[in-house]
């Protein structure tokens, strides 16, 4: 046993320091970046935001809307190969280069992949999601991944330390994803004692991916656009929303009525209500490492997206980056013990 002193920190301990800029107006801040891949000879153009592949959030619905905004969408593992089937006839090219497949670690999601693949040449990502990407079997999954598909870009997770980040990278994956604990339907870190505050996370593996010429994802942690701007400024390349793009009609949870009023639940993907959808029942070795909560139901996804570009845009505007690409860069975080002046928070109905 042995305690590491450092102190580590989330999106709630800082904020971004502004500088001096010389642009005149947020819509001259260019969003749009241009990856290539370690592995991957595809080169991909977009916002490098990802809706999260969760059940309720990385629908076929929610990819057709953000495929507008050049936003990716995770789509979630649970759809059969006849809902993929339907899609893909359905999707244009540009719909279907916004998608991420995922898939976990079993040998019937190796067999469903490939299947799915076979679809159509225009699929590109693919997402291997565990919980823990610290297990030897999910680096051997990894592995036979990139065997088998030498083109495509493989994202990989969860970690959050740099070491580890290189194992993947080193693995075969191009993009590694990073958050244990962190997500607003989360309790892992209640239950387990295991997590990684999630700023310092991104810094750490953002050094480690970049030096290996690999890439991250920041997974979990956003409540509002200015997470996702300190999350760029950490070094993240993608960051991955679900909370926030929660409650829409893109989305696929169950809708109640209270008072009147509409909810959509929302639930963690190892919480009670997500393993009894899934697997029927609760198992006996398992906790649930999730919640359901009930979100103000907020029509189409448009909305919040923009508003959540306009605050990125506005961010940039505060340092001076005229790129995405450049907050980094230009980003000097300051340690602080409050965020924003919360008096009229009481009034909110």
């Not at 905004?69 to 006849?82: D, G, M, R, V, W």
């Not at 799915?116 to 610290?134: H, M, P, Q, R």
């Not at 505060?318 to 409050?338: D, H, N, P, Q, S």
């Amino acid at each position: 046993m042995r305690i590491e002193e450092g102190v580590k920190l989330g999106f709630k301990d800082v904020l971004i320091r502004p500088k001096r800029s010389t642009l005149k107006s947020r819509s001259q801040v260019d969003l749009i970046r241009v990856f290539s891949f370690k592995y991957s000879s595809v080169i991909w153009s977009g916002i490098p935001i990802i809706a999260a592949n969760m059940d309720t959030i990385g629908t076929f619905q929610m990819a057709r809307s953000l495929s507008n905004f050049k936003i990716l969408t995770a789509i979630h593992k649970y759809y059969s190969l006849e809902d993929w089937k339907n899609f893909v006839i359905l999707s244009s090219k540009d719909i279907l280069n916004h998608v991420i497949v995922s898939i976990g670690i079993s040998t019937e999601d190796f067999i469903k992949i490939k299947k799915i693949f076979l679809l159509s040449s225009e699929l590109k990502y693919i997402c291997i999601d565990v919980a823990n990407g610290y297990s030897e079997h999910f680096v051997s999954f990894l592995k036979l991944i990139r065997e088998c598909f030498p083109d495509k870009i493989i994202c990989a997770g969860n970690v959050v330390t740099g070491e580890m980040v290189e194992e993947l990278i080193i693995s075969g994956a191009d993009i590694v994803k990073v958050g244990i604990g962190p997500g607003s339907v989360c309790t892992t870190r209640v239950k387990t004692g295991v997590g990684y505050p999630q700023l310092s996370a991104i810094i750490e593996c953002a050094d480690a991916a970049h030096g290996l010429k690999g890439q991250i994802i920041s997974d979990g942690g956003c409540s509002v656009s200015g997470d996702i701007a300190k999350a760029f400024g950490a070094g993240s390349d993608f960051v991955m929303l679900g909370g926030m793009l929660s409650g829409h009609n893109e989305c696929s949870g169950d809708i109640v009525e209270k008072k009147s009023k509409k909810y959509m639940l929302f639930y963690g993907m190892s919480s009670v209500a997500a393993m009894q959808r899934y697997t029927g029942e609760m198992r006996g070795y398992r906790a649930s490492e999730g919640k359901t909560v009930k979100i103000p139901f907020r029509g189409d996804v448009d909305f919040t997206i923009r508003d959540i570009l306009g605050g990125l845009r506005s961010a940039c505007t505060y340092v001076g980056a005229e790129k995405l690409k450049e907050l980094t860069k230009r980003t000097t975080f300051i340690k602080v013990t409050e965020q924003e002046n919360c008096i009229f928070n009481i009034f909110k109905e």
